[in-house]
């Protein structure tokens, strides 16, 4: 057996400790073979050997730890057991951003993985022309890590980066700063959206299961009476047993609520002109056309992203064909729906709703919809916040530490996809 082997077989399993992948992922085709050792005793004997001849041979233990793994997909540079590369990366986020999501936990993790300087904040790429200190740690920089607040990438920004390789967001959408210059440039860009969907799915699923129990209605009913309420008589069709469900959309935020659904005894449905119905199937959701879902589900979700073609998809001849008492919830974009039209069903009480985007995002102050019993308004809290914001940073960091060792990014962003994604 040789001993690169044995030195990638110690140091390089799946049981080594952190996110590393498995032997094949890290290594791919590098030139080092893994021969599968003989179980007993000889085996015992040589790997015992290998630690033996590193401490006892003069010079043979300097030459195992220089036979370095070089990793394909970065062309050169050890593996993971090597002392671990710091790329040069510069904070760019709006301050707000940076207090809430770089707490001092994440912090240390991060400067652990990269070489960072976290009191230097890039919050306008233009106002730091004149700083020399900043021009220099941009000119150096090989990654962004960007939050909330980012200045857009443009030409302009990018010819003060002319190192820059990767983007690390630690929030979801991209649209907002990275430009078709960061494309044409061949940068690698990640995005924590798949960490920002778990709440928000999470909140929809709450959603759901109340409006089907019909939780707010009673609440409303129960403080109005302050005496005996009688659910039964009043809501004869309240629970969630067999009723339908639609989702509009089968985002990331749309996949991990159907993953949320299944436990339930809830019939699902899905609107999405993009996604596989086999692959909805196997998901246990039914694919059907966006009036179907309409016409069917007793509670709908919206979780399409804001585009052109899906700008008030929902008007007021769709509202129509949701049933008498139907529920719709929006944690998407409030621009989905016509809000003149939904507010005109709302008022009359032939639907309820969810609401956590609107259109205008903060309604004007006389607007109906903050009174009506069969409304529930929240300031766009279904997303992260709080607590749930180390998630999304933890995801980055963990990212930006896949880029470090030359591992290809989780949860990468593809560029085709961002013409009708979030």
């Not at 999501?101 to 652990?112: F, K, P």
């Amino acid at each position: 057996m040789r001993l690169e082997g044995l030195r990638g077989r110690l140091f390089g399993g799946a049981a080594a400790s952190g996110p590393h992948p498995a032997p094949a992922e890290r290594l791919g085709s590098a030139h080092v073979s893994f021969p599968a050792p003989r179980p007993g005793f000889v085996t015992i004997v040589v790997f015992t050997l290998a630690f033996a001849l590193g401490d006892a041979w003069p010079g043979f233990g300097p030459h195992l730890r220089s036979r370095q793994v070089t990793h394909p997909a970065s062309g050169s540079g050890p593996c993971p057991s090597a002392p671990p590369r710091r790329p040069v990366t510069v904070l760019a986020m709006g301050p707000d951003a940076r207090a809430a999501v770089l707490g001092e936990r994440i912090l240390t993790d991060l400067v652990r993985v990269a070489d960072v300087d976290p009191a230097l904040l890039v919050t306008d790429f233009r106002s730091i022309c004149s700083e020399d200190a900043v021009r220099r740690r941009l000119a150096a920089a090989e990654v962004l890590f960007t939050g909330w607040g980012c200045p857009p990438l443009d030409a302009d920004a990018l010819e003060l980066m002319p190192e820059l390789r990767a983007v690390v967001h630690a929030a979801g959408s991209v649209k907002h700063h990275v430009t078709e210059a960061c494309w044409e440039r061949g940068l690698l860009v990640s995005s924590a959206a798949a960490a920002n969907a778990l709440p928000v799915a999470e909140y929809t699923l709450a959603a759901i299961l109340f409006a089907n129990k019909r939780v707010l209605d009673s609440a409303h009913a129960y403080r109005a009476a302050r005496g005996h309420v009688d659910p039964l008589r009043r809501y004869p069709a309240v629970g969630n047993y067999r009723r339908t469900v639609g989702l509009v959309g089968a985002s990331l935020i749309g996949r991990r609520v159907l993953e949320l659904l299944r436990p339930f005894d809830l019939r699902v449905l899905v609107h999405d002109p993009y996604a596989d119905p086999a692959e909805l199937a196997a998901l246990g959701a039914q694919a059907v056309a966006l009036d179907e879902l309409l016409t069917r589900s007793d509670v709908v979700s919206l979780h399409a992203p804001e585009l052109p073609r899906t700008r008030r998809m929902l008007d007021a001849p769709r509202l129509a064909l949701m049933p008498d008492g139907a529920t719709l919830v929006n944690t998407a974009r409030g621009s989905l729906v016509d809000t003149a039209a939904l507010t005109e069903e709302l008022v009359s009480g032939r639907l309820h709703a969810v609401l956590d985007h609107t259109e205008p995002e903060v309604l004007s102050a006389d607007s109906p919809l903050y009174d009506l019993p069969n409304v529930l308004l929240t300031p766009h809290v279904a997303g992260a916040l709080g607590g749930e914001l180390d998630r999304l940073a933890a995801s980055a960091v963990e990212e930006l530490g896949r880029y470090a060792q030359g591992f290809a990014f989780r949860h990468p962003v593809d560029r085709d996809r961002l013409g009708y994604s979030a």
